[in-house]
């Protein structure tokens, strides 16, 4: 089966840095994204790897180890408005995304 | 501004009724996606399409209905056969085949009383 395993909370401090992991089992893989989730609202589409490898995008990066079904999202310099909730998405055989739960990121100042 | 209009944002309905929830996108995009979003669950399809008058259905489609008519719409009714509708419902679009990167609208929290 199609499985996604990612931590349901975590909290840091305004200024930090904070890694999220992901892990995946998916029928297929076509790479591996992350999704930004204010609460109440739509996601909005962060980064993608395809590749094994780390992807920066300013105080976003991401990772991506194919062999080990794992991913994860970095942030830095911490600020208030990430409070928010990143929605790990492989890119199954199909071309559509398997979602997680999300991890709530609580920042505290 | 380009971007993806879904209503109402808030719905409630009584048991039995079947409701439409709107969503239109001028972004030119063939793709369109309807997610349905639960407490603690991840984002799960309910039905897509790839390209006017044509759709699949998603991982859970049963009590839902769309249509595909025009490029910019792809309107979804939940209907009285869904038997747990209370849900937040997230409309999305995207301009590539073959993609993850989506375009989600504002969504609509459906409540049924």
């Known amino acids: 089966g199609q499985n996604i395993d990612q931590p349901t909370e975590m909290t840091a401090t305004e200024g930090a840095i904070v890694q999220i992991n992901c892990t995946y089992q998916?029928?297929?893989?076509?790479?591996l994204f992350w999704y930004q989730q204010h609460a109440g609202e739509a996601p909005t589409f962060l980064s993608y790897?395809?590749l094994d490898g780390l992807e920066e995008k300013g105080r976003f990066s991401s990772f991506l180890s194919r062999s080990k079904g794992y991913s994860y999202l970095l942030l830095k310099e911490l600020q208030m408005k990430d409070s928010a909730s990143y929605l790990c998405?492989?890119?199954?055989?199909?071309?559509?995304?398997?979602w997680g739960a999300g991890t709530k990121l609580i920042i505290k100042p | 501004d380009g971007g993806i209009t879904q209503s109402p944002k808030y719905l409630f309905r009584k048991e039995g009724q079947n409701v439409t929830l709107s969503c239109e996108q001028n972004?030119?995009?063939?793709?369109m996606y309807w997610y349905r979003q639960d407490p603690g669950q991840g984002l799960r399809l309910i039905y897509y399409?790839?390209?006017?008058?044509?759709?699949q259905k998603g991982d859970i489609a049963e009590g839902y209905s769309v249509s595909r008519e025009k490029k910019e719409s792809f309107p979804l009714t939940v209907t009285s056969a869904q038997k747990n509708p209370t849900a937040f419902y997230l409309c999305a679009s995207s301009g590539l085949a073959h993609t993850g990167e989506l375009f989600f609208g504002e969504g609509s929290r459906l409540t049924v009383l």
């Open positions: 972004l030119n995009h063939d793709a």
């Open positions: 998916t029928s297929g893989f076509n790479g």
């Open positions: 399409s790839q390209i006017v008058n044509d759709f």
């Open positions: 998405a492989p890119l199954d055989s199909n071309y559509q995304l398997i």
């Open positions: 790897n395809v």
